[in-house]
């Protein structure tokens, strides 16, 4: 991995960046002023230099003497007249992530552009920030792809649709000797069955009807680099034997042809199936299982690593702004709510979210409340009071109240007001309502483990109503 270099003589500050890097999942080491000099042409992996402005002149000429590496200046504010193109920008403490990762990925700019030679690892290393997370499952799988990548063995990724499967074989890829030759992905579900050994081997010209001229296949086309063999599971079975042979004998031939085409290609697979399960019921073979599966990797689910969320949505938002297109940021409240959601659709399900919710809220904070209702989990915040008049309230109070028994006449009324027997010396109509209402709304409240939006589904009433209640009788959570 690339290494990020932090000059300081304050230890202080040095211990301080160290520790976010760390915790960001980069490697970084750290030098003092009298040694910089000397640690930086005794290293050639660098692709940013944290130094610390204590001492400006002897940072400015730290700076000028490697033009060639990003800098980013800690702690002190450059003179108007200094204008240096490898300098990235300032940091100031307190250090944020948000603002870090932002001056990293300037720095990664900058060193691709300004080391042509080394593009193709530059853009390993961009790879590897997309698999973002500091929990201990997607720690493990960049342990593992460091030590997988650069053998030949054939890897097998296991995980649930949507966790990043792909990402991970492009790390893989673009990780190994094999980083100058093509990368071809192939989704062996998506394609029919009959139309995959041509898709896979190509096919010579009149292999079959509306083949007007020869083509090669995915095998050919990722000569000398990584075919990535995605949904390997779905696969028919008359398939596997033919991809069997290949990975055995290492050569092919075309649909239709009789020339045997030698194959230089390590293979990638992935699946969300349980293929041991698939063996047992004989859909799939035992012989190809154990020939890919010789390196596996567990993709782990966005369920399995909540706490790995908010830098999830920190690197989407920074892709959209990347691509130009508005931005969205969470509130706390709705960052924990965010967490609590299973996720079945892992981060694929994640970023549409994000992408969505930047098209409806561009530019602005999202809370809890503007999450879709299925994402809402935990204490609402209360909405500002209505303007609604007390009476206007009320009545939409005893509409919502009363509205599924005026549906149903039954004795077996949801509420039960409509069969209570008024008392003989009279009720004060006003408070019965309203303490009947707090009642139900504290029921239904308690039953749903005090989320809002459940609560006001099971009341039959719109979630801003049952906020205003909630604030009108000052319900709230003990």
Known sequence: ????????????????????????????????????????????????????????????????????????????????????????????????????????NKCQDFHRLNTPSLGTTTGKTRLFRSLVGNSNGIKEVRSLIEQVAPSEANVLILGESGTGKEVIARNIHYMSNRQKGPFIPVNCGAIPGELLESELFGHEKGAFTGAIGSRKGRFELAEGGTLFLDEI????????????????????????????????????????????????????????????????????????????????????????????ENIVKFNDD????????????NVRELSNLVERLAILYPKKLVGITELPIKYQYGDTPLAPLSTLSEEQQEREALNELFL????????????????????????????????????????????????????????????TTLVEKMRKYEISRQ
């Open 1 to 104: 991995m690339k290494e990020i270099l932090i000059i300081s003589d304050n230890e202080v500050r040095k211990n301080n960046l160290n520790v976010i890097l760390t915790f960001m999942g980069e490697a970084c080491s750290h030098s003092d002023y009298s040694h910089c000099i000397k640690t930086i042409e005794s290293k050639n992996d660098l692709v940013a230099i944290l130094i610390d402005g204590e001492v400006p002149e002897l940072t400015e000429d730290v700076i000028e003497k490697f033009p060639a590496i990003p800098f980013v200046n800690i702690g002190f504010q450059l003179s108007a007249e200094v204008n240096y193109k490898n300098m990235m920008g300032s940091l100031f403490e307190p250090i944020t992530q948000p603002i870090m990762v932002e001056l990293l």
């Open 233 to 324: 599971g779905d696969m028919p079975l008359q398939m596997q034997v033919k991809l069997l042979r290949v990975l055995q004998e290492r050569i092919f031939e075309r649909v239709g042809g009789t020339k045997t085409i030698n194959c230089d290609v390590r293979i990638v697979a992935a699946t969300h199936r349980n293929l041991e399960e698939m063996i047992s019921e004989n859909t799939f073979r035992e012989d190809l299982y154990y020939r890919i599966n010789v390196f596996p990797i567990e993709s782990p689910a966005l369920r399995e690593r909540a706490a790995d969320i908010p830098l999830l949505l920190q690197e989407l938002a920074h892709r959209l702004e990347n691509n130009n």
């Open 334 to 345: 709705a960052m924990r709510s965010l967490m609590s959601h299973p996720w079945p659709g």
């Open 404 to 463: 599924s028994d005026a549906e149903d006449t039954s004795e077996t009324s949801q509420v039960g007001v409509l069969n209570t027997a008024l008392p003989s010396d009279g009720v004060n109509l006003k408070e019965y309502l309203s303490d009947l209402e707090i009642n139900l709304i504290s029921q239904a409240l308690e039953q749903q483990d005090w989320i809002v939006a459940r609560a006001a589904d099971q009341l039959g009433m719109r979630r």
